[in-house]
């Protein structure tokens, strides 16, 4: 399992996320508190949003507690719309294609969690993905193919039910040629201009995600595991969707059907 953290909002730096609180993301990197896997060391990476239509990316295979280029990075760079990740693998190898966020043009989209048995069932899932987003396809996990399959169902256009509909579809093909568990997942998607979230498993256990209004200026922080013990994080049921934009969060069910 992964920890992420995304902010939309008024510009901030980076490392008010990253690097900065008490329970940051680079400090559940190495100290996860409500995660399966306590160590997230096998990459990390960015994506963010300024001048242009298309995000910036950083990944690298280090752990992010140890390269010093992302803590200057995170310390330097003010942006009102963020993704951010450390990645702890289930399975597949550890390289920079390998690494979240993943972006197709405007899009970017990080995942934490997995589809049971994906192995048994790559090739066909990979086979659902369009030939005009197939060359996007660099890496081995089943997260990235989770994301350029609702690519060609339109996750540009219509999020929500874009990725209902591959998920359903990864999730029956789980049933049919994997192993249990056959999904769980928090998911972070954004276009640019819009952050979104989800929350689902096909057990009673999805992995822990958190919102709540930042506190350091108006927006929206979305984690994996709050910052600190204490403050006003409210956790996101599963089976959920979540739409924000600067002055508003609207949540609605999201219900693959498998």
Known sequence: MCRWAAYLGDPIFMADVISAPQNSLIVQSRMALESVTETNADGFGLAWYGHKEEPGIYHDVLPAWSDANLISLAEQVQTGLFLAHVRAS??????????????????????????????????????????????????????????????????????????????????????????????????????GTRLYAVRYASDEHAPSLYYRKSQHSDGWTVVSEPFASCGDWQQIASGTFLTFEKDTAIAERFAPNA
Do not use: W
């Open 90 to 191: 289930t399975g597949t190898a550890t390289s920079r294609d390998n690494c979240h966020p993943f972006h197709c043009g405007k899009m970017s989209f990080m995942h934490n969690g997995q589809v049971g048995g994906f192995g048994a069932f790559r090739k066909t899932a990979d086979m659902m993905i369009s030939d005009e987003f197939y060359h996007h396809r660099k890496g081995s996990t089943d997260s990235e193919s989770l994301f350029l399959v609702s690519m060609s169902h339109g996750l540009q256009d219509n999020p929500r039910e874009a990725l209902e509909r591959t998920v359903g579809e990864f999730e029956r093909l789980s049933r049919a040629h994997g192993e249990t568990p056959h999904i769980r997942m928090t998911a972070a998607i954004s276009d």
